[in-house]
């Protein structure tokens, strides 16, 4: 069972233009840019999509040790990071300035600063799990079922979110934090062993289905931040793993896993950056007045969507 419309279809074989066509690097490069930034999975949608386009071939290899998907894939995550580097460059700009000025001065003395620490603290977890776990949990992970399962687990984790932000000891230590408003606690009250775990969180990202923004946003939440505090650092802790996972297994496309797909591979990369500054936009906005909620029902219908038509499949 599988959605065919035409002018998917007609991007479905690969034929002349190699085992993936433009077409198709045009809609997972655009489905890179919106589901890597909204908390919906990213990995996890471009498990599902191409087994909801009955685009076999890209499913086939997916989950392989070694395949051009590799090559692919580096590309996305590569567009997505730029696409996020060009929205919060000026913020970039100051977290850097601030980052050397600790060095030279050899201590931490603005919000800039701690923010700078704050992104270094949070990365070296997630940098040395992704490391280590990357390869075996995307060997073992990256098929159409799992990301059903760990998306539909994925949307009830976001409900939860909203339900414990609510909790009174989360509403006590954002006061004692010097909350912004009811329930919400400064960024840069945020403290450097609640970054690390915050890191800790986000390397669940790199299963199929469970979303870095959302995990991130999460344990923001939980530990008194609002909404738009915990997606502004979610994005900005993001940025620097995405960026260096991306030029770590650039190689993946110079090299031979890269024949044949490396022009679809830009264009995808393109089209995710371009989206990505669209949906950081959109979600900045959306963030500062509303809530995960919307997203976790997303995810608990979608994943059961799919995973009745993996099932019948």
């Not at 066509?21 to 999509?49: D, R």
């Not at 591979?265 to 900045?284: G, K």
Request: glycine letters at 10%.
């Amino acid at each position: 069972m599988h959605l065919h419309a035409t002018v998917i279809a007609s991007g479905s074989v690969g034929g002349a233009h190699g085992p993936i066509s433009m077409l198709q690097a045009v809609i997972l490069g655009v489905l890179q840019g919106v589901s890597e930034l909204f908390p919906v999975s990213s990995l996890g949608h471009t498990v599902l999509f191409p087994s909801l386009f009955g685009w076999h071939s890209v499913v086939k290899v997916q989950s392989n040790p070694e395949s051009w998907w590799l090559a692919f894939v580096v590309m996305l995550h590569v567009g997505s990071a730029i696409g996020l580097l060009i929205y919060f460059w000026r913020d970039w700009v100051r977290i850097i300035t601030a980052w050397f000025a600790t060095l030279a001065k050899r201590r931490i003395e603005t919000p800039a600063e701690r923010l700078a620490w704050l992104i270094v603290v949070g990365s070296i977890p997630t940098g040395i799990l992704g490391l280590l776990l990357e390869h075996p949990l995307r060997v073992a992970l990256a098929k159409p079922e799992a990301a059903a399962f760990f998306l539909i687990l994925n949307g009830f984790v976001l409900l939860a979110a909203e339900r414990l932000r609510r909790r009174s000891e989360v509403r006590i230590l954002a006061a004692r934090h010097g909350a912004k408003e009811e329930g919400s606690r400064k960024l840069d009250t945020l403290g450097y062993k609640e970054a690390s775990l915050i890191g800790v969180v986000q390397s669940t990202a790199l299963i199929a289905g469970i979303s870095r923004e959302g995990v991130c946003m999460t344990a923001g939440l939980v530990r008194g931040m609002d909404h738009e505090d915990s997606a502004r650092f979610a994005f900005l802790l993001a940025t620097p793993i995405i960026l260096a996972a991306g030029l770590f297994k650039f190689s993946d496309l110079t090299g031979h896993l890269g024949n044949g797909i490396r022009g679809q591979a830009v264009v995808a990369a393109v089209c995710a950056a371009v989206t990505a500054v669209i949906s950081v936009r959109f979600l900045m906005n959306y963030f500062k007045t509303r809530t995960l909620t919307p997203f976790g029902i997303y995810c608990i219908l979608f994943g059961v969507a799919m995973a009745i038509v993996t099932a019948v499949d």
